[in-house]
């Protein structure tokens, strides 16, 4: 009887493990990234309370736990030691009697001005916007405010502040959302900046309870052809040729010039369609934001500058309370387009982040303009290097079967040199078995990169995913391309002159892309050097 009873365990046991893989084979776990952030299951749309306290990474992210679409908002939460290694933790907030959870952010309260922390040690804080389904329905427009929580146990548990809302909506502004709290040392109080519709407004709080007024801005700036959401106002130095940052600045014996920078996230309206973020290069005096007069003129009449010109890349912030000696500005964003990320086809799960990236201010021949370069700490999943032979081609240069097998998990420095024909252009274009493939490069003629997933497979859920060809505008004339590119699973984030130029696109091809190759098009192109490597899984 023991005997068969084990047979019959064993018999369903492989039947189990057969039916996991099938539900793999089908689709259930087949887009889900190497490289990036994707929740453990269900729904997931914007980063929210990104903060840096003891050792730990705390990213929030706006989250259905029931359905693989948007829902009732609870905040989901997850920690890293290095922004790539991430450790899924329960749920830290849900909805109550004001409302859903929707965006915010979380500081480190180390004075505790809040009154909130114990035994000594600051509180974890953390502002969002609570959404009243119950008044939205009654027609009411006053459904959306500002509410605070906290935490005593390093964000592994979150309690209701008492006294919520903080900000009610006595403007009664239907889109009254996502705020960003931060600490101005210069002006010795907390600053918030939430979304008002077609501007932001900015408060001000000797104690993250207590908030007054202080101005407005935006409604005459940038684009406006969607609702800005999720805005992000902090200080940052600008860096030159010889100035990297300020320290070094102040060993060059060279005061670091300190600029405000707001971003600002539109949907719709993005440069390719749908929704983008957008961002604005200023100073802060603790009551207004003005914009630097150099970079005013670039934002007026309805243009804008992007920080990222790809389809998804959205509602990205940027960590709170980074550690001093580090020095960066570190940023990460939601990896869809609310053109079609309920209709993405990922399964039992939805959504991913985009890599962690730094920010840089740089004066450029154009004016003050806002970098993207991937974070340091992505070096450590380099499992393999390979470098590239210098060589000058024309047409198709195959960077060989081994290589293309790891296109699901693969970064590329590229240094180019591109003919002096009018219509020279270059690609990086993966494809499979299967006839699918996905080309990102730049056309000379246009002076663009370009991002083409027209027949990278999966595109038929949405008649707004593949087709068109999305660009970007360099604002520099040169053959010479320097590149730097992450290839994952169902992604391909794209860095050039120096991470001046961002694009950030998903796929979703029927089988891996499993061949990579090089594409000169109108004219010889010179590799003048380049390094492939293979990286490993960060999940």
Known sequence: MVKYFALICLTITLIACKTRQKTTD?????????????????????????????????????????????GPMHWGHAVSKDMVHWEHLPIAIFPDSLGLIFSGSAVVDWNNTSKLGQNGKPPLVAIFTQHSMEK????????????????????????????????????KIRDFRDPKVSWDEDSKQWIMVFAAHDHIKIWGSPDLIHWSHLSDFGSQF??????????????????????????????????????????????????????????????????????????????????????????????????????????????????????YATKVPTGNWRSAMTLPRS?????????????????????????????LEPKTWKGDLELGKSLGAHAAGLELVLDLQLSNQVDAAFSIVLSNDLGEN??????????????????????????????????????????????????????????????????????????????IKLVSANGQTKLVAGTAYVLKAAR
Request: with cysteine; proline share 5%; charged share 20%.
């Open 26 to 70: 089908s689709g259930m776990e087949f887009h889900r990234p190497n490289l990036h952030f994707t929740p453990p299951s269900m729904w997931m749309n914007d980063p929210n309370g990104m903060v840096y306290y003891e050792g730990e990474y705390h990213l929030f992210y706006q989250h259905y736990p029931k359905e693989t679409v948007w």
């Open 136 to 171: 939205e329905k009654a027609g009411h427009s006053n459904f959306q405010y500002q509410s605070l929580a906290y935490s005593n146990d390093n964000g592994r548990s979150w309690k209701m502040y008492a006294g919520n809302p903080i900000i009610p909506n006595t403007q």
């Open 222 to 339: 940038g684009a406006h052809t969607g609702v800005w959401e999720c805005p992000d106002l902090f200080p940052i130095y600008l860096e030159s040729e010889t100035t990297k940052s300020e320290v070094q600045s102040a060993s060059n014996n060279q005061a670091p010039i300190k600029k405000w920078v707001l971003l600002q996230s539109l949907n719709p309206g993005g440069p390719n369609g749908g929704s983008a973020t957008q961002y604005f290069v200023g100073n802060f005096d603790g009551i207004n934001f003005k914009l630097d007069p150099a970079f005013e003129n670039t934002v007026q009449n309805g243009k804008a500058q992007w920080l990222d010109w790809g389809k998804d890349n959205y509602a990205g912030v940027t960590w709170s309370d980074v550690p001093k000696k580090d020095g960066r500005r570190l940023f990460i964003g939601w990896m869809s387009n609310w053109e």
């Open 359 to 387: 920010l840089h201010l740089k004066q450029t021949a154009a004016g003050l303009r806002l970098s993207s370069e991937p974070v340091q700490e992505l070096e450590g999943l380099r499992k393999e290097k390979i470098e």
């Open 438 to 515: 996905y080309q990102i490069g730049y056309r000379t003629a246009k002076n663009e990169f370009f991002s083409d997933r027209s027949k990278s497979g999966k595109n038929d859920f949405s008649d707004q995913f593949g087709t068109q060809t999305h660009v970007a505008q360099r604002r520099i004339n040169s053959q010479h391309l320097q590149l730097h590119v992450f290839l994952d699973v169902a992604s391909c984030e794209l860095f050039a002159d120096g991470g001046e130029i961002a694009m950030t696109e998903i796929y979703f091809p029927s089988a891996n892309f499993n061949h």
